[in-house]
């Protein structure tokens, strides 16, 4: 897509905020519920951070399989609908090509949460009991003094290149996990994590 200003996204966004106010609500009505939920069940609320297909997602998934969780995807999956009718696409379209349009997909989040740093993270644990793709510092440090997440996870993987787009490092989460093999043993790592947290097996 063509180089669009920061005023134009800003202007989108405030468009598809008024347009979508309902949905926006009810999205928020389900992190609540779903909050109350984990919260009762015992169940911490993990993020998973790192620069893009570091492996947050398959981790996500992996962690939803394995212990019965929800998780449909990522902070992206989750603001796909409206980033789509900034658009003009489908959602589907834009999720499909939001790794060629990366940076612009960045702006548009700072401006949709501009005004509630974890808004972006409770829209996705609405649909989610977990959280993958931070990109924003203040979004990750506000999720975290806030207790929306209980604990945040860098994925460390030297395979993939430096991403633009993400506003934190290593240093600002919680634990690390190192992805640097095959799956085998990124997900015999996260086995050992999971039972150190007091995940329970389905």
Request: glycine share 6%; with cysteine; proline share 3%.
């Amino acid at each position: 897509m063509g180089k669009t200003s920061l005023l134009q996204i800003q202007a989108a966004v405030a468009i598809v905020k008024e347009e979508n106010a309902q949905l926006l609500v009810q999205m928020l009505d389900h992190y609540e519920e779903r909050r109350q939920q984990l919260a009762l069940d015992g169940i911490p609320v993990v993020a998973f951070c790192g620069p893009g297909r570091c492996g947050k997602d398959l981790a996500a998934k992996w962690l939803a399989l394995t212990y019965g969780l929800r998780y449909v995807g990522s902070i992206s999956h989750a603001i796909s609908p409206l980033i789509a009718k900034s658009l003009g696409v489908s959602r589907e379209e834009a999720f499909a090509k939001r790794h060629n349009d990366r940076m612009y997909w960045f702006e548009w989040c700072n401006a949709l949460r501009k005004d509630d740093p974890t808004l972006l993270a409770k829209l996705t644990l609405g649909e989610n009991d977990m959280v993958a793709g931070f990109r924003g510092d203040v979004e990750l440090h506000s999720c975290r003094s806030s207790g929306i997440v209980d604990l945040t996870i860098w994925v460390d993987n030297p395979r993939v290149d430096v991403d633009p787009s993400l506003e934190f490092s290593i240093d600002d989460c919680d634990l690390v996990i190192r992805n640097a093999g095959c799956k085998l043993e990124y997900f015999n790592k996260l086995k050992i994590l999971c039972n150190y947290l007091g995940f329970k097996d389905i």
